[in-house]
């Protein structure tokens, strides 16, 4: 049985834990709310134009995003395709509906075993 002292350590324990996951939320949540408003300040002092191409540029390179964040195999292929053919239209869509393509799932191999003859060239397979 446990005493009361230790009990009451496991609860302080699962309270701190508790709180270094809830400060860990609010670091990560208040970096990216001070990115989202330095972001907004520069668009601001350059009248609109950084976010503007930031969001053009995020547009543009979207086939690849979806490649990278899916992990599809042929990611390289797609950044080189949005790349060089993106800037046209069809260019793009092809890229953007071979990133949301599912890649192929490699075959399972499997063990074949011998077959079961009194053929005496198996046996040393057997063993």
Not at 7 to 29: F, G, S, W, Y
Not at 30 to 59: C, E, R, S
Not at 84 to 104: D, E, I, Q, R, Y
Request: glycine share 6%.
């Amino acid at each position: 049985m446990s005493s009361p002292k230790q009990k009451a350590k496991a609860m302080t324990d699962q309270t701190t834990a508790a709180e270094n996951i809830r400060q860990q939320h609010n670091l990560k949540l208040l970096t990216t709310m001070g990115g989202i408003a330095a972001l907004f300040a520069l668009a601001v002092a350059t009248n609109g134009a950084v976010l503007f191409l930031l969001i053009i540029g995020a547009l543009y390179f979207l086939p690849t995003i979806c490649a990278r964040n899916n992990g599809h195999h042929n990611e390289g292929a797609i950044l080189v395709l949005n790349l060089l053919l993106g800037w046209t239209l069809v260019g793009w869509v092809v890229a953007m509906v071979w990133a949301c393509m599912k890649s192929p799932v490699a075959p399972q191999t499997t063990a074949v075993d011998p077959p079961k003859t009194a053929d005496p060239r198996w046996q040393d397979l057997r063993a």
